[in-house]
């Protein structure tokens, strides 16, 4: 229970630093730890803050009771995306602060380390949180080998009873930045570079074309949008070109 206890709190905690985020530069991952070990935290009455997990700003466990274990594995872009990666890396240093836990981080540098580094982070934590639709599949194997370890992703939808899901409506951003991008156009023209051709970002690039047709329907400007993929999320140059 104090497990469950604690996911919910994280998963606040993670949202709310998205809405806090807004440019700030993220912070160095440490270096791997070993898990931790020692009694568990009770938990308390529903709907009260577990001890050692809430009441304000430094909160730490007891003495000779272990924090909470959390570790991020992120997907291939990594820190430093401006999104999802740099987000639930904010709301573990929150949740450090405020809730005492212990944090560790491990980067996907691509596809093919996301079953290894969410095993070997699911062996030393409590709580994985997983980071993008791309790492989504991978979580979804390796989620039932691990059943005393809860697993919170964003992005995708991942069936089991230790998985905790969280998603994002991109296409209502999506349709804001259309809306946006049509009316100050001067040339009548305005283009998207996406990352990789998947739902997520299909769903933003859905909402975009929306924003446009609005603008159009609504003032009569007419408004012409191309879309390029660049097939990846971390190749800057690439996307430059």
């Known amino acids: 229970m104090r497990r469950s206890a604690a996911v919910l709190v994280l998963a606040w905690v993670f949202l709310l630093a998205g809405l806090a985020l807004a440019g700030e530069p993220a912070t160095p991952a440490p270096s791997p730890r070993p898990p931790s070990a020692g009694a568990r935290l009770p938990v308390g009455p529903p709907g009260s ?16 009771v272990a924090a909470l274990s959390v570790v991020v594995v992120t997907d291939e872009a990594g820190l430093g995306d401006q999104g999802f990666n740099d987000v639930a890396w904010e709301g573990i240093l929150r949740a450090e602060r405020e809730l005492g836990i212990h944090k560790d981080m491990v980067q996907s540098r691509s596809q093919s380390e996301y079953v290894g580094n969410l095993n070997y982070a699911a062996g030393k934590a409590e709580v994985v949180v997983s980071v993008g639709f791309l790492i989504a599949d991978a979580v979804g194997r390796v989620a039932p080998a691990h059943p005393d370890t809860y697993f919170v992703h964003i992005e995708g939808d ?7 899901c969280f998603d994002f409506h ?13 009316l100050f156009t001067k040339s009548g023209q ?3 570079v996406a990352g990789r051709e998947i739902p997520p970002v299909k769903a933003y690039l859905a909402g975009f074309a929306a924003g446009i047709a609005t603008v159009r329907a609504t003032f009569g400007k007419e408004v012409a949008s191309r879309i390029l993929y660049a097939g990846t999320f971390n190749d800057p140059v690439k996307g430059n070109s």
């Open 170 to 182: 991109g296409e209502q951003a999506g349709f804001l930045a259309g809306c946006v991008a049509a």
């Open 158 to 164: 991942i069936p089991g009873p230790n998985v905790l």
């Open 49 to 64: 803050a577990p001890p050692g997990l809430g009441g304000g700003e430094g909160t730490a466990a007891p003495a000779g």
């Open 190 to 192: 305005v283009g998207v």
